[in-house]
């Protein structure tokens, strides 16, 4: 680094006011010479010193960027420890609102296991009963059982005495049904002439097939009615209830009058006639008669 003109000018003058207020001697002279050279010594070490606070200067300047470089990462850091802390505290904020209720829930979760739990302690009571009543009935149970069995051994014998007077009714029946087609057949063509106008010799038991089935008629006739030829299909019965009408009316009467080629006159005859056989055979269109009426 060189001397300014400024300092060169301060210099000389320093110089001549020296020269003139002392009149200087070679020897001022040359002391003059080394105080220059002194003081052109101290500003080349003040140069030097100058040029090394420059470069310090400078460094400090470096590492006061790299500094202002670090604190603004560091302020991007805090600004985002910032937001980072901002959300946390909203979470929280939610995790505290979900804790409250969550232990309101619980509060109501337990006051429900509490009632679960004197529900259970009742239930269990009542099972307790339960049992009890379960073991009374199985007792009650096996008491039935026995009787059960006992009445099963009595209920088999009455169905075999049953089933033997079941038989010996039939052969009643058979016999008196036999009996009362006999009186059929010597009262029912007079009576059938008398309210009918129906004339017929004879009434016998016929057979027919209908539909591949065979059909039987206990009373069976061929008369004439008013000129036309008629057939008379007739059944007796000891005893005539309005199920017995329609069954003969159904499984007889109806066949037989689609098999034969004349008008058919229905009637039946017994010894007992319920007011419902009256009834059906009127609604069917059917003549109906107790034996004691046969001879009217």
């Known amino acids: 680094m060189g001397i300014t003109a400024e300092l060169y000018e301060f210099i000389v003058k320093v110089v001549e006011e020296k020269v003139k207020e002392f009149r200087a001697t070679r020897e001022e002279l040359d002391a003059l010479r080394k105080a220059v050279e002194k003081l052109v010594d101290a500003h080349a070490k003040a140069e030097e010193r100058l040029s090394r606070l420059e470069t310090a200067v400078e460094k ?3 590492a006061q960027a790299r500094a202002e470089e670090r604190l603004a990462r560091l302020e991007e850091a805090v600004q985002r420890l910032a937001e980072a802390q901002a959300k946390a505290e ?23 296991v509490e009632k679960l739990v004197e529900a259970h302690a009742r239930a269990e009571e009542r099972l307790t009963k339960l049992e009890e ?10 008491k039935a059982e026995e009787r059960l069995t006992r009445l099963e051994a009595a209920v088999e014998k009455l169905a075999e005495a049953v089933d033997a007077l079941r038989k010996e009714v039939g052969r009643l029946s058979e016999a008196v049904g036999f009996g009362l087609e006999d009186i059929a057949r010597v009262v029912l063509p007079g009576w059938l002439f008398r309210h009918v106008g129906v004339e017929v010799e004879e009434l016998r038991r016929e057979f027919f097939v209908v539909e591949g089935e065979e059909v039987e008629v206990n009373l069976y006739g061929e008369g004439t009615l008013k000129g036309e ?15 017995d009408v329609e069954r003969f009316y159904r499984r007889v009467y109806a066949p037989v009058s689609k098999q034969v080629a004349a008008r058919a006159v229905g009637v039946l005859i017994g010894y007992l006639v319920h007011p419902s056989a009256k009834k059906k055979a009127e609604e069917l269109g059917l003549y109906i008669l107790s034996a004691y009426e046969g001879s009217r």
């Open 60 to 62: 400090l300047a470096e």
């Open 90 to 112: 909203e979470r929280l904020g939610r995790l505290e609102e979900a804790y409250a209720k969550a232990e309101e829930r619980l509060s109501r979760l337990e006051a429900v």
């Open 133 to 142: 009543a379960v073991a009374r009935l199985e007792e009650a149970h096996a």
């Open 229 to 243: 030829k008629v057939v008379v299909v007739g059944e007796a019965k000891s005893r005539l209830y309005g199920p």
